[in-house]
Every structure is written in C-alpha cells, then in structure tokens.
C-alpha cells in the first residue's frame, strides 16, 4: 500500500508544481479575475500540502502499519481529487463563461472534509500504536 501512496503523491506533487506554473505564467493571460485566480492558486497550495501529506503516510506506514495510515491516505487523495480537482474545474468553467459553476461548487467543501477526516486518521493512526 505505501508504494502506491509513494507513486500517487509523486504524481500528485508533480502535477502541483506543473500547475503552479501554468498559474503563475499562463492563467493571468486568461484572465485578470482575482477571485479566479485566488481560487486556481489555493487549489495549488492545497494539492501541494496533501501531496506532501500523502507522502508522509506511506513512509510512516513502515512504523504504523494499521487500517488508520491507509485510511489517511486514501483521505488525502480522495480530498485532492475533490478539493483541487473541483477548483481547477471551477476556474475553467469561470473562464469559459459556463452556468455549469453552480453544480461543482458544492464539491469543494466536501474534499475539504476528506482532508480534516484524513489528518484525524493519521492522529489515529499514531495513537493506535502500543
């Protein structure tokens, strides 16, 4: 299990920082909303977080091997794929002008649950320990 956290937070991190940069360099070119572009940059800095978060899961998943670790991590995905994910898509679909906004909005929230649910799994995880 840890070797696809490992895989998975590579990934996750990788696509961070490529998408930090589009941000950075490109989305301004898009569009001068700040809103937009606030939200486009905490979906970044949060992927990055999880991502790192992700990666310490599956190393300590060497000293805590229980259910609790692999649930964080899965927690930890599941809240990027739903938290980041959502906002990338919102910012998209605000650029593009799409009514479709008002459907992926309520997404957000729900990976942010999934990263707090995840951070206690990973106290669990540590606490479960003898």
């Known amino acids: 299990m840890q070797k696809n956290f490992l895989i998975i937070a590579s990934i996750f991190g990788a696509l961070a920082v490529a998408l930090g940069a589009l941000g950075a360099h490109g989305l301004e070119k898009m569009t001068t909303d700040e809103k937009i572009l606030h939200g486009f940059h905490t979906a970044v800095q949060y992927q990055v977080y999880h991502s790192l978060a992700l990666l310490a899961a599956a190393i300590l998943y060497e000293r805590f091997p229980?259910?609790?670790?692999?649930?964080?991590?899965?927690?930890?995905?599941?809240?990027?794929?739903?938290?980041?994910?959502?906002?990338?898509?919102?910012?998209?679909?605000?650029?593009?002008?799409?009514?479709?906004?008002?459907?992926?909005?309520?997404?957000?929230?729900?990976?942010?649950?999934?990263?707090?649910?995840?951070?206690?799994?990973?106290?669990?995880?540590?606490?479960?320990?003898?």
Do not use: D, E, H
């Open 66 to 130: 229980n259910q609790w670790m692999k649930r964080a991590g899965r927690c930890f995905i599941a809240g990027i794929i739903l938290f980041s994910g959502s906002l990338y898509l919102l910012t998209a679909l605000k650029i593009a002008g799409s009514s479709v906004v008002k459907f992926v909005g309520p997404v957000t929230p729900v990976g942010g649950v999934f990263f707090i649910v995840g951070w206690f799994c990973l106290l669990a995880a540590v606490m479960k320990k003898k």
